[in-house]
Each structure stands twice: as C-alpha cells, then as structure tokens.
C-alpha cells in the first residue's frame, strides 16, 4: 500500500462502474435493515439505551467503507465487544448513568487508538497467534456467556451483572418465581419467528418481523401495563459529536479490556472479511491496513458517543449474499440509519426489550461450534485439549483471561515441540537411493559404518541439549560399529548462536570418539551461521554435501569426488 | 534410571577402587577448606550469621552425594542464592531476627520440595529455556549486584537493603565521610591477596589465606577497637535437627522466591556438571535426577537450619581439578566442616566482615561475562542484544523480574521467528538435478511451468497465513505462465490441525486458478496430519514425489511413473 492509492476505497471510487450500483443498493439497505435491531440489541447488551447502538451505527461505517481493504465487510456494534463493554465498564459505573455512557465511548476511543497505532507499527500478524481451536473454545464459551446474560430480559426480572455461567444460572433459578409470563412468551415467540423467519428463506430478515410484531403485540395489546419492560421514549435526531471525557485513572481501569477488545474485534473483523476476499478477486485485504480502518472507525464512534465496534459476522455475510460491490453498501446502510434517527424512533416506543434478547439470544447461540469440537476429537486430540482449554478457562476465569490462557497454552505447547521435535534414524530402502526414517520404513537398511540421522526442527537454544542427548544414546547403541555420524541437515531451518555453541562440543566430543561428523543438505541460513561461528572450518569442506546418496556414496566409496559437495560454498556468501 | 540401579551413588559404591581414594581425599580436603570462607561469606550475603553458612555446608552435601549422578559437583552456599535469600526474606523480616533465620530455612525447604516435585514431574527440561545469551545477561548482572551489595563491608557503614545498583552507588555515595579506614584497608587489602595466590598458583586457596591473615590483623593489630567490624562469638557445636516453622502466609510471601531460585540453583548446578561430565566418561549427568538430588539437598539444609543452596562453580571447577573421583570427595567436604563446627569455631572470633566481603566480590567479579558479550556484538546481534536487554531488565527491575524477562523475550523471538520461517524459491543448477535457493544461487533456473518453493519451518496455526500470502504473491508474479506449484516440504517437521484447513483452502483456491498443487519430500508425521484431515485425498496421491527433482522430471516427462512416488505410503500407518 504506497502513498498514492491510500486510501483503498480511492481505487473503488475512481473506477466505479455503474453495474455495481444495484447490488451495492440492494445490499446496503438489507443490511441497514438488520442493523436497526441489532444495533440497539448490541446496545442492551453493552449496558447502554438502545439507542446508542444506532449512534454507533453511522460514523464509524462511514470511515470504514473509506479506509478498508474489504469491500463486503460490514462494520457496526458486534456481540462480542458489546459484552466486553458491558462487562468492563460496568466495574466501574452503574448502568443508565451518565458515567457509563462517557465510559463506553471513552472505550472506544481507546480500542481505535490501540488498533489504529498497532496497524501503522504493522503488529496485525499478532492475530495469527490466535489458532482455530482457541478461536472456537473461546467463541463458544462467549456465545454461551453472552445467551444467559439475556436471560434477565427474556424473563423480565433482574439477575444483577454476572458474566460467570453458573451466577447467571443460579440467580435465574432463585428469581424463577418473579418471571413476567407476558415477556417470557413475547421472548420466545421472538426465538420462534426469528428461527422459522429464517428458515423459510425469505429476503425479509428474521429480527426485523420480531421487532415490527414485538412493538405491534406491544402497542395492540397493551402489554407494557402488565410489566413486559419496553424502550419508551428514544430522543430523536443525530447524536452530537465530540470527545469523550479522558481522565488518566479511568484509562488505567479500561487499559486491559481495551486492549482485548482491540485484539478480539480485529480477530473477528479480518476473520471473515479474509472468508469473503476468497469469492472477490478485484481486491486484497491487507492485515495492518484493516488494522488502522476498524481502529479509525473505533475512534469515530467515540466521536458520536458510541462504544466499540468491529466487522460482524452475520451482517458481513449478509451483505456479501445481498450484492455488496463497494463499500458504498456500507455508506448506504449508515445513511438509512441516520434517517432513522432523524424521523423513525418514535416507531420504537412500544418495543419489548424481550424482543431484543431473543434476537441476541438466536445470534450468538448459534456461533457455539460443537462442529469444530468433535472434528477436532477424531483427527488432532492436542488441539481438542487447546479447544476445551480455552472454553471452560473462558466460562471459568471469565472472557479477557480466557482467551489469554487459550494464547498462552497454544504458544506454550508450540515452544514445548519445537523442543523436542521429531527425529528419524534413516535407511537405505533397499535398490533405491532413497533414505528414509527406519521407524516407518523397517525395509530400510542402515549404510554400514554410519549413523544416519534426520533432525526436523530448528536447531536452537531450546532443544540443542536435547539433540546432544539424543545423538549420544544413538552413538552408545551402536558402540564401535560406525564411523561416522551424518545429519541430514534438510530440516534445519536455522541454528541460533547457543546451538552453534553445543554443535561446537558436540562436534568434539564426537572427535574425541574418533568419529566424523558429516552435514547433507544444510540450507542456506543455517549455513551463515556456522560460518559465523567459525563452525565450518572445524567441520571441514570435505564433510558437506547436498544430499544424503551423495554423503553416503562418497564415504563408500572413499573417494569424494569435489562434484558432490555443495556447489559454490565458497563463492557464495 | 531404573529402581534397582537407584540412587546413583550405589554404582561408585559397589564398585569403588581403592586408586580413587587419594584424589577424592586430596580434593574433599581442598574443597573443605574453602568451604570454611565461602561459606561464611555467603552466609553474610544471605543475611545470616556466618555460621549458618557452614551449617549449610554439612548434610547438603552428604545427600547430594548419595542422589546426585555427578560425582564431581560440589553442592552448598553459593553467591546467587545467597542474594537471592537476602531479597526474599530481607522483604519480610528484619536482618538479626529469629524470625529471619526461620523463613531463611523455609525458604531452603520450599525450593527443595520445588526441585523434587519438578524432577519427579519431569520438568528439568525447562532449563533449557535459559539460553546462553539470557544466563550470560543475567549473571553478569547478578554479579555486579551481588559484589556492589559488599560494599557496606569493605567501608564499613551501614547501607540499606537495595538491590538495584544505583541505589547502592547512591547510599555508597552519601556515606562516603563516615568510612571506617582500616575496615576499608583490610577489605582491599584483602582483595588484593586472594588475587595473588589466585596468580601464583599455590595449592593454597586464597580465601584461606585472606582469612587467616585478617584474623591475625584484627587480632595482633587491636582492629576491632578502631571500627573494624569483626564476626565475633560463634557458638559451637553441630546445628540442631528439625522442620522450620511453616505458616501458610510465609510460604504464600516466599512462593515467588521459591521458584526462582529453585529454577536458577538447578541452572548453576547442572550447567556446571554437564561441562564436568564432559571430561568423565564413567557417568551421564541426568537433568531430572538432578532435581531430585540438589532438591533433597536443599530440604536437608532446611532441616539443619540452612539456606538454599546449589552445585556451585567455583568449588565444582576445584574439586574436579584436584582429583575427585566420585561423591566421596563431598562427604570428605562436609567431615571438615563438621570438625570446624565441633572444635574450630573460636579461630574466627577475629575474623573481620570486611575479608569475607573480600572473598565475595573476588568471586562475583570474575563472573562479570564482557568476552561473551563482545562475542555475541560479533557473530549474533539479536543474541546480542537478548543479552544486553536481560542485563538491564535485571539490573532495573531485578533479578526475578530480570530473568523472566529474559526468558519471555527469548521465547518470544523464536516463536515471531517461528511465525515467519525461511522461504525460498527453487531453481535446478545448470547440468545437475540439484534444486537450490534462486536468492543464493542466482545461476539456478526455475523448471518452465512449475513455481518450485521450499518452506522451512513446521507449518502451525501462527504462520499458515503467511505462507498462503507468501505464495500468493509469487503466483501473482508468475501469472499464467506455470500450471504447478511444487513444494519441497523437507523442512516442514509438521503440519498441526488449524494449518491443515489453511492448506485445504489454499489448494482449493489453486485448484480454482487452475493450478496443481504437489508435494515433494514430506516427511512422516506430517503426512499423518494430511492423511487424518483427508487431504490426501484431495491433494491426490499422483501428487506426493520423494524429493524435488523426481517432481520435476514426473512433471515436464507428462509420465508420473509409480517408482517416483513416496513408496509404500499407504501400507505404512
């Protein structure tokens, strides 16, 4: 991305073709449709009036449809940094205060900060740290987490602020007597027509007909006298635009959830924003790039007082399916909202919030991937461990140190591999030239008088003691019998100066045996090194070759003949 | 290490030759002596009365004789520790107290439970975290802390308790009017004589020396009535029997302490046996037998009223040269020190405080590691500067906080390194079926049609993104003129299972450019993930080769003959 063709959209604008209009059109009103009830269901949920997820719903999709590398995705209030939200300013001011709102948008001024900063330093491969299963325990454990916190509004009782499955589940079952039957049905009907909605594939989307049915039960059937809670009075018009206010001990107290929401709503947007580049061939989503649009667009919705947004899922497929071309989608849906705020919240009066949570309640139960779990069971049961980790650390330890426990032990159980990678003693396969691994070829045949073995892993200063060990035990099994030791050297994909240290001992000790030591097909960085480390004139020209048949024939044959050693050693530095 | 061989000491017992006993006398001898100085040195160090040092230095050594498979190491008071201990219990009680011997022991008996538990567990693999340029840092910091800590002795006034050197150089700085002379004189002039018996080479040890004569000094010249702080009473006798005081608070204060120096002691003891054992053929050093050893060692401190200790260098490096054979050598050791206990004690009323600050700053001085760091500057500049960053971490925020930071920087470096492995782009040197690295072998030329690539590097969750891109881009570059992308996965150790979909999609995406994808080389456990992911069968078994150029001969012959392909790869599971 040079200086001349920033920001991306430029390229879109510029050459905007007008056949793309009519899906850009189509798509930005579908998703400006979906975005009305879930902008103010995500609201509910971050602790905020409603309203406030419609605030967040302008700006900020704006920007990113001008500063994104994706062209479909759809940025707006998510789940998951709605629950984030509520959970990290609810420890420090009470909901429907005047301080959570500042609080919130001081979150996402934050978050966009972090984001955008963390882009131009080109930090965004830290995502890729976040592998699939982590990814999915985590996901699951939240939409679990973020369900049963909507239980309070299905139920129309209270059951304080937990984000710890068993609170939830506990304080349910206590307040079980106090459930309004009027919101429990209004709420499940709300499941159940958002559910057949869509299920019967219509072009309406399911959360809009629970909201127009929800207000008109409302309204129609005076439910609101027999205690079903409602929206009531919305203050119509545009938010105003400004700071938020920025005290240094309430940056202190948002810092780690800001940095998480940081991390886990660029997870989230780039995620599916790379899903649906697969399918579009006219553009390339840049990680950093995205990084500094989803951290501009954070930074915007503080401007109109809302809280941190991310590119959603669910929307972002919806408006790829819908005909997105261009991020003028985007700028379209942000317009039907403003329109919204300008003329139509009088509409949403009667709305049951019951309404919402079932909206919610559909959204995320369906993220939890039991798919992933049993996949990952059968074929690759370490990372079913990392997966079920992640989950109950994320339902035990709560969101933030859920997912640092699932990155910590996927890093951590990385690093313990690479320690102790794999190793192979190598045969001849009998009429072949072919050497490889006795272990899973017991045809195959050791070369007389040599130790031939194959060391799968970087050499460095983790595992270069153990490399040691693991030669010697090799050595002593075959006590007097060989001559030689050969690495095959192809794995190798670096040596650190600590291992070109050990190699040094090792390399004399094994001397010290009357024993050679010979390299094939060490590659090119490992290489450096040990010409750094003065390795190759202890080693010797002469006990380097390009391959193991060439090592193995020239010690046979006693003769090495200068064609087998590695072309140009010398010459190429 | 099987039952019946345990502990090691059984095997120099059953088979001890009489010829080895002069060397393990002689040796014991030696080290005994310099145990009497060492000892009470670190002992001051640790913040204890110099007797507790040779307390140390009495059953430790006997039972590390018994469990250890070093037969060379000498364990008891060593300088890291000992500042160690001062930091931890320092923080809690007060230098003098009753309270301060008991949590010294506590303190002996949670690192050795520690060491114990980690041996049984298996965890002596985890040393190997420490790399060279980390130890290096770390040491050298260490000792510049622990031989400025001495200063207070050597002038005789009170310093504080501060382990971070400028607040040393600072209270050194503003006390410099109230200098004791003679204190000052004997401290250097004490430095000064362990130096020049260290440079003539006697068989005397200079500690020993110093000691005798600044006892003499004090003693003949009256220096304790002009200032000369000196160790005065020592009560006689054996130190009595028994479990330190526990208390649940204690131990939750020490639990940090604890672990250090548990992981640091192993680090001293066992890099210093390894390079011993290089000389001796007759053992193997076995890291978590080790544990088991050094952490019995430090719980029989605790029960003689000791503090943690360690297989020391210096000690370690003098034993091994005047000959010690086996174990026997350390039970000669800890003989002397009990004769001393019994009868001795009252030789070193006299001995004056500022000899055995003396005695330590020689020690730490040395250890002060500038080759390695010049070394690194040349050969290795990121080890370089992990070498520079864990001096100063250590040095700033101190020495737990020091070491860990040298260990997550260490880690984290290989793991980024990790994520972005070595990438080449292959091409067959002229006349030869060799395929190597365009960027180094610029004469090599790429087969027509095919884009040949090598990735070197397992391929895991954290850099299968970048491999797609990678490729992607050189695709890009290539457009239309190959129809295969072959890649060497020689150096690919293994393929996990978030690594295993990121490769389903690229050869899906492949497929849709109408690209074969084909490997060469893969090796075992990586063909297991590919087989266990089914995508063996997608990839299509005509597309496996043994190495590069039966790929490319398969490939531009338009004839794939079954002898080319990884043989047997079905029968073998």
Redesign the interface.
Known sequence: MTFFNWPPSLHWIKNYDRTWLRGDVSAGLTVGIMLIPQGMAYALLAGLPPIYGLYAATLPLIIYALLGTSRQLAVGPVAMDSLLTATAVGAIAATGTDEYLALAALLALMVGVFQLLAGLVRLG?LV??????IISGFTSAAALIIGLSQLQHLFGVDLGRSSFVHEILVAAWMKMGQINLPTLLLGLGGIGVVLLVKRAKTAIPGPLVVVVVGILAVWLGGLSEMGVKIVADIPAGLPSVGLPEISVANLQLLLPSALTIALIGFMEGISIAKAVN?NHKAYTVVPNQELVAVGAANISAALVQGFPVAGGFSRTAVNDQTGANTGLASIISASLIVVTLLFLTPLFYFLPKAVLASIIMVAVFKLIDWREARR?W???RS?FWMLAVTFIATLGLGIQLGIAAGVAL??AV??Y??????L?VLGR?KG?N?F??L???PEAEEPKGMLVI?F???L???????FQAWIDDLIAEREDRIHTVLINA??I??I???AA?GLE?FIR?QRGRGLTVRFA?L???ARD?LK??GLMELIGADNFF?DVPKAVVSEQCFSAKPGNRV??LQT?E
């Open positions: 491969f890729d740290l976040l592998s699939r299963p697969a990952l059968a074929f690759d990372d996927s890093v990385h690093v591999r690479s320690m102790r990678p794999h192979a396969i072949t072919s490889r691994n272990a899973r070829f194959r799968d892993g970087p460095y200063f983790a595992n270069i003691t153990y192809e794995g994909a670096r650190d100066s600590s240290y001992q000790t097909g590659i090119g960085p090194t750094r480390a390009l072309p140009a190429n």
